[in-house]
C-alpha cells in the first residue's frame, strides 16, 4: 500500500512532498508567486503524491498552499503543517492566535495535522503549548496533533502525560541513522508514525555529485546543502560518503531509478516509518515521475544488506533526534541557531536578597505552601530542592517512572539555567524512588541525561509525599 493511516480521520502517502524550499527560494526576500506555484503543486498531485508538508516558518508556504486549496478545490489532499514558537512562555491567547494565523494562511477551518517543535525542553512552556493544542484540538480546529524533532524521552513523556500525538517528524535517513533504535521502539509500542525528513540529504544523494571533489559549506550551497554537508561530516567523511553514494548508484541502475529514489525508498521500509518527506523546488527544479518511483521500488535482502555494510563504516550522529536543533554540534545550514532562535530566555523568574543569594521559583504550589525556592545560588554553588514531576496542578509523565524522572531532569536544568549554570556544572544528585522495582528505568534515566557529567550520586527508596509521584530528585551545581 501506498499510504499509511495516521488517525481514523487521516491517511498520508508514504512519498510526501515537502514545501520546506520555498524559503530557500525566498532567501532575497522576494515572495513566490502563488497562482503558479500551486499549480506546480497540482502536477504532483495529478501524479498521486496528495501529501504536503510544510510549517509557519517555509516562507510563503501556507499561503500558497491556501491559494490551491482556493484554485482547485481538493478534498483528497493531505496538508500538513508545524507550529515552530519562540522560544520563552506562551501564553494561551498566543496559541489561539498561532493556530488561527495558520487556519487563515491555509484557507481552511480545520487544520489536518499540526505538529509541534519545542527548542527547549528545560523551560516547560513546550508543555504548555501542547496542553494549548490539545483544548484546540477539543474544539475542532485542528484535527491530529504531531510532534517535530522531539527526541525518545520526551516523545515518551508526552504520550504518559496523556497527550495523543499520532506522528514525529524528525531526520531519518541513510546519514542519520539516530531513529532506528529507541526512538523506532517506542513509536511501535504506540502506534506513532515516524515521517522521515532528510532522506535525499538536501540534493547530495544525487549522480551529480558522485565522484565529485569535496565541496566547502558557503553560499554557492542552497541552505539544504549546507546543512546536509554537515551532516555528511559527522557521519563519516566525504570519503564514505562516495563509498555509499559508489552503492545507492550500482543499485539504482538495476532498477533503472536515480540514486535519490534509492535512498528514499531504503527509509520509507524502515519500522515504524509512515511516510518520507521530499522536498520540491515548485516551479524550479521538478521531479515528480521520479519521486513518484519512491512509493513501487522494493528493494532486495541482498541490496539491502550492501548498503547496510557501507553504513556500518560510519559513524552515528551526536545525541538524539532533534538534538541538532539543541546542543552543539548544531547540525544547521548555518552551523549554529541564529538563523533560527534570537535569544533563550530563562525558564524561571529569579530573585535576589540581601545575603548575596539568587532563588530560581518554578512557580509550584510546594514552594509557596513550605517556604523554599526551587533552587538557590550563593557564589559559585548552585543547589537545588528536591524536584518531583510537578507542572502547575499537573503530574508529568504519569505511572510511567523514566518519563517522571526526564521530566524533573529538565526542570533540575531549567532552575539551574535560570541561575547562569548548566547541566554540566552538576556535581552531586539525589534520588529518591517510591518503589524501588522502579529502580531502573530511573537510573537509565540518570544515566541518559548525566553520562557525560557523571556526577556524585545516591538513589534510595523513600516514602515521598503525593500518591502520584515516583521519583523526587535534588541536585548540587557548581559554576566554573
Known amino acids: 500500500m501506498n499510504h499509511t493511516r495516521l488517525s481514523d480521520n487521516l491517511s498520508i502517502s508514504k512519498a510526501l512532498i515537502g514545501l520546506w524550499q520555498i524559503a530557500d527560494l525566498e532567501r532575497g526576500n522576494q515572495k513566490v508567486a502563488p497562482i503558479a506555484t500551486a499549480k506546480a503543486m497540482h502536477a504532483y498531485y495529478e501524479q498521486g503524491l496528495t501529501s504536503f508538508d510544510m510549517a509557519d516558518h517555509y516562507g510563503s508556504a501556507e499561503e500558497v498552499v491556501g491559494v490551491f486549496r482556493k484554485t482547485y478545490g481538493l478534498r483528497d489532499v493531505q496538508f500538513l503543517t508545524k507550529w515552530v514558537p519562540s522560544p520563552g512562555n506562551i501564553t494561551a491567547t498566543q496559541i489561539e492566535a498561532a493556530v488561527k494565523k495558520a487556519l487563515t494562511r491555509l484557507q481552511t477551518d480545520q487544520i489536518q495535522l499540526m505538529q509541534f517543535h519545542a527548542w527547549n525542553y528545560a523551560h516547560p512552556s513546550w508543555l504548555d503549548c501542547l496542553y494549548g493544542l490539545q483544548k484546540l484540538q477539543q474544539e475542532g480546529l485542528i484535527a491530529n496533533l504531531g510532534l517535530t524533532n522531539f527526541d525518545e524521552a520526551h516523545l515518551n513523556m508526552v504520550i504518559q502525560s496523556g497527550i495523543n500525538v499520532v506522528s514525529n517528524q524528525v531526520c531519518y535517513s541513510l546519514l542519520d541513522q539516530r531513529a532506528a533504535g529507541k526512538m523506532t521502539a517506542t513509536c511501535l509500542q504506540h502506534n506513532v508514525k515516524l515521517l522521515a525528513f532528510g532522506t535525499v540529504g538536501g540534493g547530495f544523494f544525487s549522480e551529480k555529485w558522485l565522484n565529485q571533489s569535496e565541496p566547502a ?137 540581601t545575603q548575596g543569594k539568587t532563588k530560581a521559583l518554578s512557580g509550584t504550589s510546594w514552594e509557596s505552601m513550605a517556604g523554599y525556592s526551587r533552587a538557590v545560588r550563593k557564589g559559585n554553588r548552585i543547589l537545588v530542592s528536591g524536584t518531583t514531576a510537578t507542572h502547575g496542578n499537573l503530574v508529568i509523565g504519569g505511572n510511567d517512572p523514566a518519563a517522571q524522572a526526564h521530566f524533573i531532569f529538565d526542570k533540575i536544568e531549567g532552575a539551574i539555567q535560570s541561575l547562569g549554570g548548566k547541566l554540566e556544572d552538576v556535581v552531586r544528585t539525589r534520588v529518591f524512588v517510591k518503589d524501588i522495582n522502579q529502580w531502573e528505568p530511573i537510573a537509565r534515566a540518570h544515566g541518559q541525561r548525566f553520562a557525560a557529567i557523571q556526577p556524585a550520586n545516591t538513589m534510595v527508596q523513600a516514602n515521598l509525599i503525593g500518591d502520584d509521584y515516583l521519583v523526587e530528585i535534588e541536585a548540587e551545581a557548581i559554576v566554573e
Open 217 to 353: 559549506i558557503n553560499d554557492s550551497l542552497t541552505w539544504s546543502q549546507m546543512k546536509y554537508k554537515r551532516y555528511i561530516d559527522a557521519a563519516g567523511g566525504w570519503k564514505w560518503y562516495q563509498e555509499l553514494l559508489q552503492t545507492l548508484y550500482n543499485i539504482a541502475q538495476a532498477h533503472h531509478v536515480s540514486i535519490a529514489t534509492i535512498a528514499s525508498a531504503y527509509i520509507k521500509e524502515q519500522p515504524a516509518v509512515g511516510g518520507v518527506i521530499i522536498g520540491a523546488r515548485m516551479g524550479v527544479s521538478e521531479h515528480i515521475l521520479e519521486n513518484k518511483k519512491v512509493l513501487d521500488i522494493q528493494l532486495s535482502a541482498a541490496e539491502l544488506e550492501l548498503i547496510k555494510s557501507v553504513l556500518a563504516k560510519g559513524q552515528s550522529i551526536p545525541g538524539d533526534c532533534g538534538d541538532e536543533y539543541r546542543k552543539p554540534p548544531y547540525l544547521t545550514a548555518t552551523g549554529d541557531l541564529s538563523h533560527h532562535v534570537k535569544e533563550f530566555p530563562v525558564p524561571y523568574p529569579t530573585i535576589s536578597d
